[in-house]
């Protein structure tokens, strides 16, 4: 015998095709258990054959009604009523024929689901009680059996639903988990297509300036050099003039496009303020931001590269360091620019440092320092935090 399903409640999704299953097999048990009562009364001609056969229809009557009543599958008080309906129709049923105490069995599971639980197993013992009483009244000759049966019939109904409903609980929290697992999925996905697009929009625009716009530039200086080289009154100097002029269009133009591809955190602001709003943005530990020396305009490269390696190495503060304290130093000097990240967390060895995840570990910080000439060092000790350290030799254009 297995429990059948609770009663759908609003809110609760459709029954499932094995809770259709169970329920169905429900009322198979019931009104096969109530045919075989009338039955036997009237192929044995009982005394009270009319009365048997009445009984078990008015059973059957009521339990008709409350399944195709849809207050009694969303209220618990009138599944409580229903119930209690049943139970008298049974009684009586119990009354004028022996044969009632086999309605018993598909009364626990009904009384288990419609009723909290501690009430549940209490009209369990009280309908075994009744089964037992019922069975005595018509019988002369007391047996084990006739006590043993309805006890093992609660005792399991009571033990299957339970398991049923530790199983229930069981799918429906993996169908949770499930449901996580897909929409963590699909943000892990939307976040890896984000950092695409930002990689290569920043990839784009080093492109642009290091190869266009340097070419662009190159071009309008060497036009311009002969331009001074020529005699006032030579034929060639408006055209050089307007070759100049459409190479200093084209220049703008490309350094339009670096801009339009810049990351968002620098868009609206200097490096300086994208660092602080960094800082003071970050979960975790208390991050400062402090700023040293005059701070200059640099190529777009060089603040995305120090912007980059700024967040993966709080991001790694963050994660790994349990520290309480950081801070992120932007040092403008001479001719050089220098971004410090130091921690009061709990250190480790460099020598053994894994390579990161999803490339944003220190390999990928190096390589960002060293594609601009840079250098990269990690300072770090188990127990004695982390510093990490980047410099970069600021370019001609900056120093001018």
Same mark, same amino acid.
């Given at each position: 015998?297995?429990?059948?399903?609770?009663?759908?409640?609003?809110?609760?999704?459709?029954?499932?095709?094995?809770?259709?299953?169970?329920?169905?097999?429900?009322?198979?048990?019931?009104?096969?258990?109530?045919?075989?009562? $009338?039955?036997?009364?009237?192929? *044995?001609?009982?005394?009270?054959?009319?009365?048997?056969?009445?009984?078990?229809?008015?059973?059957? @009557?009521?339990?008709?009604?409350?399944?195709?009543?849809?207050?009694?599958?969303?209220? $618990?008080?009138?599944?409580?009523?229903?119930? $209690?309906?049943?139970?008298?129709?049974?009684?009586?049923?119990?009354?004028?024929?022996?044969?009632?105490?086999?309605?018993?069995?598909?009364?626990?599971?009904?009384?288990?689901?419609?009723?909290?639980?501690?009430?549940?197993?209490?009209?369990?013992?009280?309908?075994?009680?009744?089964?037992?009483?019922?069975?005595? @009244?018509?019988?002369?000759?007391?047996?084990?059996?006739?006590?043993?049966?309805?006890?093992?019939?609660?005792?399991?109904?009571?033990?299957?639903?339970?398991?049923?409903?530790?199983?229930?609980?069981?799918?429906?929290?993996?169908?949770?988990?499930?449901?996580?697992?897909?929409?963590? !999925?699909?943000?892990?996905?939307?976040?890896?297509?984000?950092?695409?697009?930002?990689?290569?929009?920043?990839?784009?625009?080093?492109?642009?300036?290091?190869?266009?716009?340097?070419?662009?530039?190159?071009?309008?200086?060497?036009?311009?050099?002969?331009?001074?080289?020529?005699?006032?009154?030579?034929?060639?100097?408006?055209?050089?003039?307007?070759?100049?002029?459409?190479?200093?269009?084209?220049?703008?133009?490309?350094?339009?496009?670096?801009?339009?591809?810049?990351?968002?955190?620098?868009?609206?602001?200097?490096?300086?303020?994208?660092?602080?709003?960094?800082?003071?943005?970050?979960?975790?530990?208390?991050?400062?931001?402090?700023?040293?020396?005059?701070?200059?305009?640099?190529?777009?490269?060089?603040?995305?590269?120090?912007?980059?390696?700024?967040?993966?190495?709080?991001?790694?503060?963050? !994660?790994?360091?349990?520290?309480?304290?950081?801070?992120?130093?932007?040092?403008?000097?001479?001719?050089?620019?220098?971004? *410090?990240?130091?921690?009061?967390?709990?250190?480790?060895?460099?020598?053994?440092?894994?390579?990161?995840?999803?490339?944003?570990?220190?390999?990928?910080?190096?390589?960002?320092?060293?594609?601009?000439?840079?250098?990269?060092?990690?300072?770090?000790?188990?127990?004695?935090?982390?510093?990490?350290?980047?410099?970069l030799p600021l370019p001609a254009e900056a120093l001018s």
């Amino acid at each position: 015998m297995t429990a059948p399903p609770s009663p759908p409640t609003p809110g609760v999704r459709t029954l499932t095709p094995v809770s259709r299953v169970l329920r169905l097999c429900l009322h198979a048990l019931l009104f096969g258990l109530l045919a075989l009562a $009338a039955g036997r009364a009237v192929a *044995d001609s009982a005394p009270r054959a009319g009365w048997v056969v009445a009984a078990c229809a008015l059973l059957a @009557a009521v339990y008709v009604a409350g399944v195709r009543t849809p207050v009694v599958h969303s209220s $618990a008080r009138a599944g409580a009523v229903w119930l $209690a309906g049943l139970c008298a129709a049974w009684a009586a049923l119990l009354v004028v024929s022996p044969d009632g105490l086999w309605i018993a069995f598909p009364l626990y599971f009904l009384e288990l689901h419609l009723l909290r639980l501690r009430w549940g197993v209490a009209a369990v013992a009280a309908t075994a009680a009744a089964a037992i009483g019922g069975f005595l @009244a018509h019988s002369s000759a007391v047996t084990p059996g006739a006590f043993l049966g309805p006890l093992l019939g609660g005792a399991v109904a009571v033990a299957t639903v339970l398991g049923y409903q530790a199983l229930y609980r069981e799918s429906e929290r993996r169908r949770e988990l499930i449901e996580e697992l897909i929409t963590t !999925r699909a943000e892990l996905a939307a976040a890896e297509r984000g950092a695409g697009i930002l990689a290569e929009r920043e990839r784009l625009a080093r492109e642009i300036h290091d190869t266009l716009a340097q070419g662009l530039s190159s071009i309008q200086l060497l036009l311009r050099a002969a331009e001074r080289s020529l005699p006032e009154d030579s034929a060639a100097l408006p055209h050089i003039g307007r070759a100049r002029e459409a190479a200093q269009e084209n220049l703008a133009e490309a350094r339009r496009f670096v801009r339009a591809l810049t990351p968002p955190d620098l868009e609206h602001g200097s490096l300086p303020a994208a660092l602080e709003r960094l800082c003071s943005g970050a979960p975790g530990p208390r991050v400062r931001f402090s700023l040293s020396g005059t701070p200059r305009p640099l190529p777009t490269p060089y603040e995305v590269a120090l912007l980059r390696i700024a967040q993966s190495a709080l991001a790694n503060v963050v !994660r790994h360091a349990g520290a309480g304290r950081a801070e992120i130093t932007l040092t403008f000097m001479d001719s050089s620019v220098t971004l *410090d990240i130091v921690d009061d967390g709990k250190g480790f060895d460099p020598t053994s440092a894994p390579s990161g995840e999803g490339g944003f570990g220190l390999p990928a910080m190096r390589s960002r320092a060293e594609t601009l000439s840079g250098l990269f060092t990690v300072e770090s000790a188990p127990g004695q935090g982390t510093a990490v350290a980047v410099t970069l030799p600021l370019p001609a254009e900056a120093l001018s």
